[in-house]
């Protein structure tokens, strides 16, 4: 069983940056497709970004495409999301999900097929 855990949140101003981790334990994260989800308090849970085994693939909503990254470091068990450009509406708990996959270059947006998620960090971005 993968443990996740994420850190890197904070306050930052409109138009700053941070940068999100979320660390694995318990498990090869090579062996797993990776997402980022946020929930703002209210709403449902979205997803935010995700990546293949390989790292190879990458998929974003348009609400983040081309402010947000993410990225992969199986070596060190680790996935990151660079968020820059932060406006106020990406203020929410951000949550990393592990999804186990046979295939190198399978991801997903689908919450629901994620196996593994951590327990959260809070972005939260003034105006």
């Known amino acids: 069983q993968v443990h996740l855990v994420e850190s890197g949140g904070g306050l930052v101003q409109a138009g700053g940056s941070l940068r999100l981790s979320c660390a694995a334990s318990?498990?090869?994260?090579?062996?797993?497709?990776m997402g980022w989800f946020r929930q703002a308090p209210g709403k449902e849970r979205e997803f935010v970004a995700s990546?293949?085994?390989?790292?190879?693939?990458?998929y974003y909503p348009d609400s983040v495409k081309g402010r947000f990254t993410i990225s992969r470091d199986n070596a060190k068990n680790t996935v990151y999301l660079q968020m820059n450009s932060l406006k106020p509406e990406d203020t929410a708990v951000y949550y990393c999900?592990?999804?186990?996959?046979?295939?190198?270059?399978?991801?997903?947006?689908?919450?629901?097929?994620?196996?593994?998620w951590g327990q959260g960090t809070q972005v939260t971005v003034s105006s």
């Open positions: 999900a592990a999804l186990f996959t046979s295939s190198s270059y399978y991801f997903t947006n689908n919450r629901d097929e994620y196996d593994y």
């Open positions: 318990g498990g090869t994260l090579s062996n797993y497709a």
């Open positions: 990546i293949s085994r390989s790292g190879g693939n990458t």
